[in-house]
T-cell receptor
Framework: KNEVEQSPQNLTAQEGEFITINCSYSVGISALHWLQQHPGGGIVSLFMLSSGKKKHGRLIATINIQEKHSSLHITASHPRDSAVYIC??????????????FGKGTKLSVKP | GAVVSQHPSRVICKSGTSVKIECRSLDFQATTMFWYRQFPKQSLMLMATSNEGSKATYEQGVEKDKFLINHASLTLSTLTVTSAHPEDSSFYICSGHAGGVQETQYFGPGTRLLVL
């Protein structure tokens, strides 16, 4: 079993829909990251969080440390949001950034 | 966010040759740089961690003599794939970290390597 599991693997939505991507992990972490990978391969870091909730524009990330679960929400989705969204966790002590463990990603396709 | 560049963006080489990939942090000093590899439809896998001025730490299963990493300055790390084989064909991504508990990693755009 992978240490970081994402669901769903693939997601197709209509423009304007509210989208949720889930991430569960089974190890102790110092932080959880949500990343966005576009078709060309480049990766953008969306959020790094260790508790609570963060919001940036139409994106919201939440984490429940006790349940070892995080969600990424996209409000008013748009075709340009189409990408692979990757959940990754930093293991070990706080500030120990090196050992990122990645989920397999969720491929999101937003149709106009 | 901070910017990390990689060069080249894609490279095709013959089997047995060596390929060097550069990773630069353009607007911050990366005390630590990470090299990842991603095979098609797979997760990113950490290959090695390099700190400026010291030897890289390689993950289990990654041959340090095959994947040479140099982190000569706070803004530049290089990965050299020596004696490349077709199975080395992959997408290589670097990231930089400025240090500090609250800092995230900033990823480069990646280098797609095809070994013929």
């Amino acid at each position: 079993k992978n240490e970081v599991e994402q669901s769903p693997q693939n997601l197709t939505a209509q423009e304007g829909e509210f989208i949720t991507i889930n991430c569960s992990y089974s190890v102790g972490i110092s932080a959880l990251h949500w990343l966005q990978q576009h078709p060309g391969g480049g990766i953008v870091s969306l959020f790094m969080l260790s508790s609570g909730k963060k919001k940036h524009g139409r994106l919201i990330a939440t984490i429940n440390i006790q349940e070892k679960h995080s969600s990424l929400h996209i409000t008013a989705s748009h075709p340009r949001d189409s990408a692979v969204y990757i959940c990754a966790v930093s293991k070990g002590r706080e500030g120990s950034q090196g050992n990122l463990i990645f989920g397999k990603g969720t491929k999101l396709s937003v149709k106009p | 966010g901070a910017v990390v560049s990689q060069h080249p963006s894609r490279v095709i080489c013959k089997s047995g040759t060596s390929v060097k990939i550069e990773c630069r942090s353009l607007d911050f000093q990366a005390t630590t740089m990470f090299w990842y590899r991603q095979f098609p439809k797979q997760s990113l896998m950490l290959m090695a961690t390099s700190n400026e001025g010291s030897k890289a730490t390689y993950e289990q299963g990654v041959e340090k003599d095959k994947f040479l990493i140099n982190h000569a300055s706070l803004t530049l790390s290089t990965l050299t794939v020596t004696s490349a084989h077709p199975e080395d064909s992959s997408f290589y991504i670097c990231s930089g970290h400025a240090g500090g508990v609250q800092e995230t990693q900033y990823f480069g755009p990646g280098t797609r390597l095809l070994v013929l």
